[in-house]
């Protein structure tokens, strides 16, 4: 899949005006820079930005903790990210690492945080969205 320099430019400017904002697990972004949000939510409008398919409301794959759950090694997931069994096997031309805790049930009891571009990014508990 193809991503613009532009596009990745955008969303890391989109979350900047929102860092500090609040947990708030189930919590969808908006075009509200104070909406808080959960760490899956953060990520699918971000993996959505960077392809420019962001349409505030609406999902347009469901990228959440749970859509890579047991997913092999070499497996492909939303958005058409790879799962790799060690850091090292990111591709060096990969613009977004997400790394991943399951645990017990999913939900609330996993979570997700990432990099784009050099960027960290993550919402949980009481840091809110932080980079």
């Known amino acids: 899949m193809t991503v613009l320099r532009a596009n990745v430019e955008a969303t890391k400017q989109f979350i900047r005006v929102r860092l500090?904002?609040?947990y708030v697990y189930g919590g969808a972004l908006s075009t509200n820079i104070k909406q808080g949000t959960d760490c899956?939510?953060?990520?699918?409008?971000?993996?959505?930005?960077?392809?420019?398919?962001?349409v505030p409301g609406r999902q347009s794959e469901g990228a959440t903790t749970?859509?890579?759950?047991?997913m092999a090694i070499g497996?492909?997931?939303p958005f058409g990210?790879?799962?790799?069994?060690?850091?090292r096997d990111i591709p060096s031309n990969?613009?977004?690492r997400l790394a991943f805790h399951h645990g017990p049930g999913g939900g609330a009891n996993s979570h997700?945080?990432?990099d784009l571009d050099g960027m960290r990014i993550e919402s949980g508990g009481s840091k809110g969205l932080v980079s």
């Open 20 to 22: 500090g904002n609040p």
């Open 40 to 54: 899956s939510e953060v990520w699918q409008t971000v993996l959505e930005m960077v392809h420019g398919r962001w």
């Open 66 to 70: 749970e859509s890579y759950r047991g």
């Open 75 to 77: 497996g492909r997931g």
């Open 81 to 87: 990210t790879i799962r790799v069994g060690h850091w």
């Open 94 to 96: 990969a613009v977004a």
């Open 112 to 114: 997700m945080w990432g």
